[in-house]
């Protein structure tokens, strides 16, 4: 069994892509191998990890990390018998920094049916190709230039790694979205599968970020929709009724 460093356990609702508006139970590891512009998470690392008193009740208590997974486990299991629960989201951060807890923790939840749910930043192959037998969906960001350095090899491995999972790529944009960043993206994903559902999520415009306008996420998913398959603009949905 390992320990990590985990920031916040909650429950609440998934707001964004493919599974927006499933009741999940919400792991956020600490810790990133990025550094992008718009990151609006609190991933360091804490001395507490936050872990929610109840199912959506929104109040926290404070246990000193790192945690074991046996404190995870349990804490799933509380919080899975009062809310019926469609997935553990594996979040940060970037959760594949801590792949083996995510392993020991998916094995031993696995008796309680719950899916298991990676959100990545679609970097980390080898890390993903040690639990891509435990883990059910993946949820794959792929960064563009203008948000982080130039990251688009890691981002091929990935999803050369996971496509074959349920896999869905996410593109956050941004006004200042180049169409020439957007294609090689758009490229690179085609070039893999032109069947992986792609989300393209415009910003949510906070901290002074200024909103994509609706002509331009239009005219990027009229670009994208000629070599995908399945092009779907869905924003951040749980920030509109306050939800964690
Ligand atoms: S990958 Fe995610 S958590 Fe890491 S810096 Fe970028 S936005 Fe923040």
Redesign the pocket.
């Known amino acids: 069994m390992s320990n990590a460093n985990v920031i916040e356990i909650f429950s609440s609702v998934q707001g964004e892509g493919k599974y927006l508006g499933c009741r999940q139970i919400f792991v956020r590891l600490a810790d ?5 512009r ?4 609190n ?1 360091k690392h804490a001395e507490n990890c936050l872990i929610e008193t109840s199912a959506g009740s929104m109040t926290f208590r404070a246990e000193k990390n790192p945690v074991s997974t046996a404190q995870i486990v349990e804490v799933i299991k509380t919080f899975s018998e009062t809310a019926p629960t469609h997935s553990i989201s594996f979040t ?3 959760p594949l920094l801590h792949w083996e807890f995510i392993r020991d923790v998916a094995i031993a939840v696995k008796n309680l049916g719950l899916k298991i749910f990676l959100e990545t ?1 679609g970097t980390l192959a080898e890390e993903f190709e040690k639990i891509s037998d435990v883990v059910d969906i993946v949820s794959m ?1 792929i ?1 563009l230039p203008s ?2 350095q130039n990251v688009f090899n890691l981002h091929e491995k990935f999803l050369r790694a996971a496509q074959f999972a349920d896999l869905y790529v996410k593109i956050v944009v941004t006004d200042e979205t180049t169409r020439e960043e957007f294609l090689s993206a758009i490229n690179l994903i085609a070039k893999v599968n032109p069947n992986i559902l792609l989300i393209l999520q415009p910003v949510t415009p906070v901290n002074g970020v200024k909103a994509i306008s609706p002509k331009k996420i239009l005219s990027l998913q009229s670009i994208a929709l000629r070599s995908i398959r399945d092009v779907r603009i869905i924003p951040q949905t749980h920030k509109f009724i306050s939800l964690l």
Do not use: S, W
């Open positions: 990133c191998n990025l550094h992008c718009y990151c609006d998470t991933f940060g951060g970037e930043n960001d960064k948000v982080v």
